[in-house]
Nanobody, 113 residues
């Protein structure tokens, strides 16, 4: 089993920056990829960014050139720059291994005008 705990959410002004962290514990050696997803009110959960164990990354078009995902040992970071109202959502950390997925409880990011 893998446990994930997110931190770093909060209120940020449009155009500002925020840094989300996710710490994995448990059987972390099992993890292949880690990523961030988000769910805005009334919308489905969507991929924000994912990073493979080898370091390759993939981003949603809406966050490319604004967000950066990085990973070090059992921690994955999402650096969010130039945020806008559309980035308001609950952000979830996820970890993947051989078809199994693990999720954190989420951290709320609210972007104010």
């Amino acid at each position: 089993q893998v446990q994930l705990v997110e931190s770093g959410g909060g209120l940020v002004q449009a155009g500002g920056s925020l840094r989300l962290s996710c710490v994995a514990s448990g059987r972390i050696f099992m993890i292949n990829a880690m990523g961030w997803y988000r769910q805005a009110p009334g919308k489905q959960r969507e991929l924000v960014a994912v990073i493979q164990s080898g370091g390759s990354t993939n981003y949603a078009d809406s966050v490319k050139d604004r967000f950066t995902i990085s990973r070090a040992k059992n921690t994955v970071i999402l650096q969010m720059n130039s945020v806008n109202a559309e980035d308001t959502a609950v952000y979830y950390c996820a970890a993947f291994h051989n078809g199994m997925d693990y999720w954190g409880k989420g951290t709320l990011v609210t972007v104010s005008p």
